[in-house]
């Protein structure tokens, strides 16, 4: 058995020695957690490829995503923005084409061990919930893929006729508002934070890692990762799919 794999079969152990039932619960981020990347750069690109979007629109999501990876956008303002270059738009037609684009760039980039764990959690019996900051058309056909039956994520605003209006409905869901709501959800279905599961990447979610019992970064960032070791969290590495070993945990949950 390579590395990778007893890594993986370490993991899942873990799982499967956990207490059973729906009070459990397991939340997934969705960017770089389950999916390798950024799922809304598969809609972007789609516009661009399909000329749909103009040349403002293109150098402005460029320079949006720019600015917040340095810290010199807030992230709701960068939603909004994305938000106001489909104004107009009808929701459920874009609800297929987040379809379409799950199928033909993102199920190859899902990693097949954060599957794996997600099963195991279902296995279980545990409440598995996808919370991310993504929007609808991004994490909802993610969700079908993975049979997740919930999902705490963002929403377009939309008019009567079911048209984006160029907003966001609020709160964002987005660092402590994240936390607060899985807190919300948890509240109302008696799950318990303490026994719970917590998956992600980014340092935005140290708020929510430290409400759960079993935290477990997925491929840190800079400011989790520290958050990390300085709390003795595991920490589960992965590799792209289709690299490495399928994709496998790269390094050791410890």
């Known amino acids: 058995m390579t590395a990778d794999a007893a890594d993986t079969v370490d993991s899942i ?52 995503s720019m600015r917040y990876r340095f810290g010199r956008m807030h992230f709701e303002r960068l939603l909004v923005r994305a938000a106001g270059y489909l104004r107009g738009e009808s929701l459920s037609d874009l609800d297929v084409v987040g379809e379409r684009l799950f199928g033909e760039r993102v199920r190859s980039r899902v990693y097949p061990v954060m599957r794996q764990i997600v099963e195991a959690h279902q296995r279980r019996g ?19 893929f993975l049979r997740i039956d919930h999902v705490l994520c963002n929403h377009f605003d939309v008019d009567d006729a079911g048209r984006l209006t160029g907003g966001i409905t609020k709160p964002v869901i987005w660092g402590r508002q994240k936390a607060a709501a899985v807190q919300q959800f948890s509240a109302g279905l008696d799950i318990e934070l303490t026994s719970s599961y917590f998956y992600a990447d980014g340092d935005e979610d140290v708020a929510l890692m430290k409400l759960v019992g079993f935290p477990r970064p997925v491929n840190p960032r800079r400011g989790l990762a520290a958050m990390a070791v300085e709390q003795g969290w595991p920490v589960l590495r992965m590799t792209s799919p289709g690299k490495g070993s399928r994709g496998g945990l790269r390094g050791v949950l410890k």
Do not use: N
């Open 13 to 64: 152990a873990q799982i499967e020695a956990s207490p059973p039932g729906p009070q459990v619960g397991a939340f997934f981020d969705l960017d770089g957690t389950l999916v390798d990347g950024f799922t809304a750069t598969a809609h972007a690109g789609d516009r661009i490829r399909r000329r749909q979007a103009r040349i403002g629109e293109v150098m402005g999501v460029i320079e949006a």
């Open 126 to 144: 545990h409440t598995v919930v996808l919370s991310s900051s993504a929007l609808t058309i991004h994490a909802e056909p993610v969700a079908r």
